[in-house]
């Protein structure tokens, strides 16, 4: 409970900085009394740390409070309602769009709230603590076969949590979705001068409660409610995956072989794009043993063991059928760990920031990414778009990403305290997001709108005429959070 001789509000009509250190000093000693003394941090370094995201975007924060439980949660919740201070939930702060960065208020870490509570084979879910990393959860799984099929790039430190609130998506995303598809029910403290416990959906299958209010939470970015649970839908892990890689001259020969796979009842659980700069580049830097040079496709077929050289041998044909330059294949997951098949792939982020580094010396870095999503048969049109405002702004553009499901992610490095740089990148999204929506697509499909997106979402309504929903998105937010203490200034 929160200590009733404790005075806060006193010290709030004055903007004295005298004042003002008062006023933190006791919401620190209020938070200190509901989590305990080592649960709240105010050590400067330690604040700079929890106030800074994946892509180099910081804030500013008053402490870092690491509750335990969910009661710790609605207490928290409780005295921030009542004196009006902001809270920014965060779980490992990889999202790549500003959605943790903290302004002026507590931010809330998950760290101490990592349990995995059930395992459920036969029903088919877990029951998890927000602050469970995936790769954790199915290392876990893995024990019984089964695993969480959601797994974006970050998933060796990325939360639950974090996962549910951007909407995460990943390398299985063609075949498994996002966690819109993997949530079964949440159990969330919303921000009312209750904290109030909410628990929403059921750890079945099927169910059908009014409004999908899980659906909801899901993707909204820690703007509405607080996840304390999530009952989480789980599947038999597959038997065996086929990986081949192959390198083509053009993003459309590319895409080529993206189309015949479909035409012919394929449903590869990966299939993953990096254009020929990546390769280039990535082959200088990281250790590659690949020969193959230019645009690079990497598939992933789940098939039996037994079947694996027929499914290699289809993919391979697929892709000389489609004017492959190169390619290889591995007949499981071990040995294309071995061959190391995907390890370009995977260098596509950590890539983007060394260059960043080594072009920018001791300034201040910035990878901005970006997490559009059209129809598959308009991606070569998407690449040609991000390379042409590359050159038109002078940006070297890396582009990689979910190409089954039609999710790029093309990258530049910038430097912030360079005016003129900043601007260009800015006016560079802008005519992405613009000529994207024009082809049928999305501004986001993974990462979510933060901070960073919230005038391309403007942009994608008004282009399709839909204003009026974001006027409903502010209706709802204020509904969950009449005070608008929870990660305000975020998506909408």
């Known amino acids: 409970m929160i200590p009733d001789n404790i005075q806060i509000n006193q010290y709030k009509i004055s903007n004295s900085s005298y004042f003002r250190v008062i006023f933190v000093k006791n919401i620190v000693k209020a938070l200190k009394k509901i989590v305990g003394k080592n649960n709240v941090l105010t050590d400067e370094l330690i604040l700079a740390l929890y106030s800074k995201n994946a892509i180099g975007s910081s804030g500013k924060a008053l402490c870092v409070v690491f509750p335990e439980n969910s009661t710790h949660i609605s207490e928290i919740v409780r005295l921030c309602y009542k004196e009006n201070i902001k809270i920014y939930p965060q779980g490992s702060a990889t999202e790549l ?66 996962a549910i609130n951007t909407g995460a998506g990943g390398l299985r995303g063609a075949r498994y979705g996002t966690m819109t598809d993997w949530v079964l029910g949440l159990e969330v403290v919303i921000p009312d001068e209750n904290g109030t416990l909410l628990k929403l959906g059921n750890n079945t299958l099927k169910c059908r409660q009014g409004y999908d209010l899980v659906r909801l939470i899901v993707g909204s970015e820690g703007t509405l409610a607080i996840v304390t649970r999530a009952f989480l839908k789980i599947t038999p892990a597959p038997e065996n995956i086929v990986v081949v890689t192959s390198f083509f001259n053009s993003p459309e020969d590319a ?107 001791e300034s201040i870095t910035l990878v901005l990414i970006e997490d559009f999503v059209v129809p598959v048969s308009k991606l070569p049109e998407a690449v040609r778009i991000v390379k042409e405002a590359g050159k038109k702004y002078g940006f070297m553009v890396l582009t990689g990403g979910h190409v089954g499901d039609g999710n790029l992610h093309p990258m530049i490095w910038t430097d912030v305290e360079n005016k003129e740089m900043m601007e260009k990148a800015e006016k560079f999204y802008l005519e992405i997001m613009e000529r994207i929506i024009e082809i049928g697509g999305s501004i986001s499909a993974e990462h979510g709108i933060g901070e960073m997106k919230r ?36 998506v909408v």
Request: hydrophobic share 40%; charged share 30%.
């Open 455 to 490: 005038e391309g979402l403007k942009l994608e309504l008004r282009k399709r005429g839909s204003e009026k929903a974001l006027d409903i998105m502010k209706q709802i937010k204020e509904v969950w959070d009449p005070k608008s203490i929870l990660n305000p200034n975020k």
């Open 255 to 361: 895409m080529k072989a993206i189309g015949e796979i479909k035409k012919r009842r394929m449903l590869p659980a990966m299939m993953e794009f990096i254009d020929e700069d990546v390769v280039r580049m990535g082959k200088e830097i990281i250790d590659v043993k690949t020969e193959g040079e230019g645009h690079m496709l990497i598939v992933g077929q789940e098939c039996p063991p037994e079947l694996a050289e027929k499914c290699a041998e289809k993919l391979v044909n697929i892709m000389k059928g489609a004017d492959a330059t190169y390619i290889d294949f591995a007949l499981s997951e071990s040995e294309a760990e071995n061959k190391g098949l995907i390890n370009l792939r995977r260098a596509f982020y950590p890539l983007a920031i060394n260059l960043g580094s080594k072009e920018f010396g």
């Open 97 to 162: 769009s500003g959605s943790s960065t903290p302004h002026d208020g507590i931010v809330m870490s998950f760290s101490k709230m990592n349990k995995i509570e059930e395992i459920n084979i036969v029903d088919g879910y877990v029951c998890v603590q927000p602050g469970v990393r995936i790769h954790e959860l199915n290392d876990v799984l893995s024990e019984y076969g089964y695993m969480f099929p959601v797994d974006p790039a970050s998933g060796k430190s990325a939360t639950i949590g974090g």
